[in-house]
């Protein structure tokens, strides 16, 4: 591949990705970006986690991590919950109030990409999706040998 088109594309699938996240910050009612969104994902999908596990998990600092924390602790989407046997484990855990942001977050991205792909037929929806799993297996392989 010629090194324009590469970067050519690279700077495209940027753009698609930072239009996407500009898009989705006008449409969501919340004061909430998209990290503290992947933190009540990683909650929900996961329960109780410690804040430094989340972070690695997430791909977060641990700076970063903890100021998300104390956002969504002071909105009420998380809370700490102390091990009442050693009292500096502190595991964060999503609330109810947390659990219905998080569904109106996925609610809204959802209506985005069908909006975002509906101008893709079948046939370009199949090799999108095929390049896309193809990267994805890429990446995690080499992680994984990392």
């Known amino acids: 591949m ?3 088109q590469l970067f050519k594309m690279i700077h495209t699938v940027e753009a698609v990705t930072n239009e996407a996240i500009i898009d989705w910050n006008t449409r969501f009612p919340h004061r909430l970006g998209i990290s503290p969104i992947l ?26 991590m903890t ?4 956002k969504l602790i002071s909105l009420g989407l998380v809370e700490r919950i102390y091990n009442e046997q050693d009292r ?18 996925q609610a809204i991205g959802k209506q985005q990409y069908v909006e975002l792909f509906d101008c893709l037929d ?3 929806i199949e090799l999108y999706l095929s390049i896309n799993e193809k ?8 992680r994984k040998k990392d």
């Open 122 to 124: 079948e046939t370009e």
């Open 39 to 64: 933190t009540l994902g990683e909650l929900s999908r996961k329960g109780l986690q410690n804040q430094m596990k989340l972070a690695e998990t997430l791909g977060f600092t641990g700076g970063a």
């Open 135 to 142: 990267l994805l297996h890429n990446i995690r392989s080499k």
């Open 88 to 105: 500096r484990q502190v595991l964060l855990q999503i609330t109810p109030a947390g659990t219905a942001v998080l569904t109106e977050a």
């Open 2 to 4: 010629e090194q324009d």
């Open 67 to 70: 100021n998300i924390a104390k």
